[in-house]
């Protein structure tokens, strides 16, 4: 399989500060890619990375390869604007506009031109479905982004991301605000969404990145430690600092 | 250092099964003494104290399921947790087995010997021996240790094949001895089974260390 993502030799670094030491890796389409280690590890500066999210941190500087389909999205001529409809993001704490549910979920769409009411209505409507929210928002769609509870914030957050139809979904601890149920909906809705899109996600929860993903790689001081298939990392990893981390004795 | 009371459990749940595995060694000893010394009173007892053996199979499988709801283990610790509840059932068919051979020497009860026993002892002693080492084996994570006891199971299958061949010699020249063979084949065939176990063990030790679940050598039986 393709990778969708391909990741090669990249050292990020904020002013002095090395975050990222030739981490190369390749992000296979249609499956979930889970990023563990330790807080401070580099794996949300990693993930912020794949959709230059780390642009505007000033004396941010990435050195390396980042190719999306195989071209470079730190190339020349990229539009970052572009990328970023392509390569969406999920936040840790749900982050819904203070705007309703409806104007939360085709926001991205207007932006990007769309004014046809027909057509927004319909995103609308596939978004909030492809995130598993429509038969609980459908007939408060006016309602308020901010009326919903924690899980359903997210889930809207998520048709958001939708709503603009990226390739790839980029989540940073999506459910480390949730409840265990709201989280177990948005891991079946990460397994549907995936025949779709590729997704990564960054987790501390270990079960998570068991559960939810396909492949896993631990990160541990800017280093990529060790990347294999999920029930392998977890049930024989090869490196020791791995086994250290996910049987819970380092740190 | 974190998860310490985690460690001192993983620790605990060994050192419960090393207590199971000298109950059973014992049990497999004293079924052999019985037959040898037709002690009749020792027989009862191997046969009575299987369902102690049994009983600390369940709570230590009981303390195993405790550990993998509650603390979750993955990679080492889930191989560790997972071997400990296969050892379990090695083990315990190791302690039915003592249990069979108690039963034969009650069945036997004073009937005049066939002849005096020499090499079922002597696999007697080589499985007991095999079954020490491999516990200290699995706690040591010796896996060389457990891949040369594994090997050892062809010198338990040769004295097996020496016992049947006598007895069989036995049955040939006096049908009346038939019996009373055949319920020494019966205890042969028993020892044997152990030894198999025991080589389970050793495959898991192996397991346990390197993750990879390799028979290492398929027994002759």
Redesign the interface.
């Known amino acids: 399989m393709d990778p969708k993502i391909t990741v090669r030799d990249v050292d990020f670094f904020y002013g002095t500060v090395q975050a990222l030491k030739k981490v190369s890796i390749d992000l296979r389409e249609h499956q979930i890619t889970a990023l563990i280690g330790p807080s401070g590890c580099g794996k949300s500066t990693f993930l912020r990375s794949l959709n230059r999210m780390n642009d505007t941190i000033y004396g941010a500087k990435l050195v390396g390869d980042v190719l999306l389909d195989g071209r470079n999205v730190y190339g020349d001529g990229v539009d970052v604007v572009e990328l970023r409809q392509r390569v969406g993001m999920v936040f840790q704490q749900p982050n819904p506009f203070p705007k309703t549910i409806y104007e939360n979920v085709v926001f991205g769409p207007r932006v990007l031109g769309e004014a046809d009411s027909g057509k927004l209505d319909h995103i609308a409507e596939t978004s909030l479905k492809a995130a598993g929210l429509w038969d609980e928002v459908k007939d408060d769609l006016r309602k308020s982004g901010l009326a919903l509870s924690g899980g359903q914030q997210q889930r809207l957050c998520i048709a958001r991301a939708l709503a603009v139809e990226p390739e790839v979904i980029l989540m940073d601890e999506p459910c480390s605000a949730l409840d265990p149920l709201s989280t177990l909906k948005i891991e079946e809705l990460m397994q549907e969404l995936k025949k779709d899109y590729t997704i990564v996600i960054v987790t501390h929860n270990?079960?998570q990145a068991?559960r939810a993903s396909e492949w896993t790689g631990f990160f541990l001081m800017g280093e990529l430690i060790e990347y294999g298939v999920t029930g392998e990392i977890?049930?024989?990893?090869e490196d020791k600092r791995?086994?250290d981390y996910?049987?819970?004795?380092?740190? | 250092m974190p998860r310490q009371s985690y460690d001192m459990h993983l620790r605990e749940l060994q050192d419960e099964l090393l207590v199971l595995s000298s109950m059973v060694e014992k049990a497999v000893a004293w079924s052999i003494n019985a037959l040898r010394d037709r002690d009749l009173d020792l027989a009862r007892q191997v046969i009575a104290d299987d369902s102690k053996v049994d009983g600390k199979c369940i709570e230590i499988e009981e303390k195993a399921v405790q550990l993998i709801v509650t603390q979750a283990p993955v990679a080492g610790d889930l191989r560790l947790i997972l071997s400990i509840i296969h050892l379990l059932d090695e083990l315990e068919r190791i302690g039915d087995h003592a249990e069979g051979i108690a039963r034969i020497a009650v069945m036997i009860g004073d009937e005049p010997p066939l002849k005096p026993l020499i090499d079922i002892p002597r696999m007697a002693d080589k499985t007991r021996d095999m079954l020490k080492r491999a516990m200290d084996a699995f706690v040591r994570r010796d896996t060389a240790e457990a891949i040369r006891i594994n090997a050892e199971d062809d010198d338990v299958d040769a004295l097996y094949d020496q016992v049947y061949r006598e007895l069989l010699t036995f049955m040939l020249e006096d049908p009346k001895t038939i019996t009373r063979a055949t319920r020494l084949i019966w205890v042969a065939h028993n020892l044997e089974r152990c030894a198999d176990r025991v080589t389970n063990i050793c495959e898991r030790t192996v397991y346990m260390v390197t993750g990879k679940i390799d028979g290492l050598r398929a027994s002759n039986y």
């Open positions: 270990m079960q068991a977890f049930s024989r990893p791995t086994e996910i049987t819970g004795r380092f740190g």
